[in-house]
């Protein structure tokens, strides 16, 4: 025991004797070896980078955080009540407290029951609103503020006939709750068909590698003057999260439909009248063009006598193949020509029947499509 405890006290002796020999300049020259490096200076910002700044803050403040607050029943037996929480973008259309988003954002809200809330920039707490109108065919819908806060700003609208591939975009939202988020990327496909309801696709569509994310939807996408040219809307990924390849709903749609919404709450939908039958099935089959299942009574269609399959036999009737000799090889193409024509004109639609071609001139009506696919 002595043996040890004299070997402990040597030990200590010896460290005592290496802190005497740490003096205070060597102390001085540690501190400064652990300060701060200096800050190199920098010139300017990119003339791009100075465009994409000023489009950020001209455009944010427009920008809307949609969350929404729904009743459920949860439980085995549904016995139990909770509330669910979703969340989504949105953006100023105008200065009545009408903002654009989503109709998948708002679709579960029932309305005096559950909560639509909208935070902005210029709010401290979010804004209770109500849903006014909503169009599940395009995928749009607007909720307005039940108080406005002051300096309310509109997004300018621009227009996405005339985009290019090619072409530099921004998209701003809300990605996974977390707000203000802007990425940028270029439109790298335009004219796609996004699928909304069963059968019904949004014709014009625009792709973009602008990273979209769930929490994204509804929120804008710009062009680099700063104008809205489409509305995100979903991305296409296996993991759920942004693989580069997002799509929006074309502003020239978009500001077709929105006031629609506005003034009557529902948007056109332009119809003849007719059910059809699943177009994977008829792709399926080789058959190019629309196969009809039946006619509405008393619609253009049912007027035009358009026959449609037989369910007892499987024997083809009526055949749509084009309008307004624009070919309509699938059922997207057929709707986004109706939608070309426009409710209340006349297509001339072009027929197949026992091979024999004919042409038959009718009338599009609106369907107000939100009982079922009939067009």
């Known amino acids: 025991m002595k043996k040890i405890a004299v070997i402990m006290l040597a030990a200590a002796a010896a460290g005592v004797a290496s802190l005497a020999t740490f003096t205070p300049s060597l102390w001085a020259q540690r501190e400064r070896a652990v300060e701060p490096r200096q800050i190199s200076p920098r010139g300017g910002l990119l003339d791009q980078e100075k465009a994409l700044v000023s489009l950020f803050e001209n455009a944010a403040p427009s ?17 139990q009540e909770g509330v669910a929480q979703g969340s989504g973008s949105g953006f100023v259309w105008d200065g009545r407290g009408n903002i654009v988003t989503n109709h998948h954002v708002v679709a579960n809200v029932v309305p005096g029951r559950d909560k639509v809330l909208v935070k902005l920039d210029n709010s401290r707490d979010a804004i209770p609103a109500d849903v006014v109108g909503t169009s599940p065919e395009y995928d749009l819908a607007v ?13 300018p609208i621009g227009v996405s006939r005339d985009l290019k591939v090619g072409q530099s975009v921004i998209a701003i939202g809300n990605p996974f709750g977390l ?22 696709e949004i014709a014009g569509g625009i792709q973009t590698d602008a990273a979209i994310n769930p929490g994204n939807s509804g929120g804008p996408l710009l062009d680099s003057a700063g104008r809205l040219i489409g509305v995100n809307q979903q991305i296409r990924s296996a ?22 919404l506005i003034a009557r709450g529902y948007a056109s939908y332009p119809s003849i009248g007719i059910q059809v039958i699943d177009p994977y099935l008829v792709a399926r089959n080789g058959i190019k063009g629309v196969v009809i299942s039946s006619t509405v009574r008393g619609s253009p ?6 026959k449609p399959l037989s369910r007892r036999t499987g024997e ?16 997207s193409t057929f709707v ?19 091979d024999k071609e004919r042409k038959e001139r009718i009338r599009v009506i609106d369907a107000n499509r939100r009982s079922g696919p009939s067009v």
């Open 301 to 306: 269609a049912a007027e035009a006598n358009l």
């Open 143 to 155: 909720v307005r503020l039940s108080a406005i806060p002051a300096g309310l700003k509109p997004l």
């Open 63 to 79: 920008v809307a955080y949609i969350t929404t607050e729904t009743r459920v029943r949860r439980g085995f037996f549904g016995e």
């Open 336 to 354: 986004a020509e109706l939608d070309r024509v426009g409710v209340g004109n006349a297509a001339e639609l072009t027929i197949v029947r026992d």
């Open 239 to 260: 993991s759920g999260s942004s693989a580069g390849v997002g799509f929006a709903i074309p502003v020239d749609t978009v500001n077709r439909v929105v006031p629609q």
């Open 179 to 200: 707000s203000r988020t802007l990425t940028a990327g270029i439109i790298s496909a335009l004219d796609r068909y996004l699928p909304t309801e069963q059968y019904v």
């Open 316 to 331: 083809l009737g009526d055949v749509i193949i084009a309008v307004n000799g624009r070919p309509t090889d699938t059922f």
